[in-house]
């Protein structure tokens, strides 16, 4: 009896690496984005904490000195969070290229893997085939030797 062999079987490999490559890269996409996310919320939650203290200066009457000092900083917060935002939608932008890159992986390892499933399949039957033409010389050996 013969022993399976896929032609293909180093190329099936390198797709399962490269598919698992892939898998490890969007693992790490998806961390950086919430990571990004949350310093984008951080960020936004701070800004509102200095509105909301302009606002009580201004209640109190405080020197409009210090409040420009919120102000400016608020304005600082400003840029931060725009160039926050655009980082977010980079990793978004990753991410989703990511998602892509793996679908088209998994689409080729599968593609492979039905290839040597079908081969199987063949050699499974030419295995029987095979067999079977054994018996029956078999059977036909004893015959005659019976006769």
Do not use: P, W
């Amino acid at each position: 009896m013969n022993k399976f062999h896929f032609k293909y079987q180093s190329l099936l490999g390198v797709k399962e690496k490269h598919e698992e490559r892939i898998q490890g890269k969007l693992s790490t996409a998806l961390k950086r984005l919430e990571d990004e996310k949350q310093r984008l919320m951080e960020y936004e939650k701070t800004k509102e904490v200095y509105q909301y203290m302009i606002h009580a200066k201004i209640q109190e009457g405080t020197a409009l000195t210090a409040i420009r000092v919120c102000d400016m900083y608020i304005r600082s917060l400003d840029k931060k969070i725009f160039h926050q935002m655009q980082t977010v939608e980079k990793c978004n932008r990753d991410v989703n290229q990511l998602r892509a890159d793996l679908l088209k992986a998994s689409q080729e390892r599968k593609t492979f893997e039905k290839l040597k499933e079908k081969e199987l399949d063949i050699f499974s039957y030419k295995e029987k085939r095979e067999e079977e033409k054994f018996v029956d010389q078999l059977v036909t050996f004893k015959n005659y030797k019976s006769n």
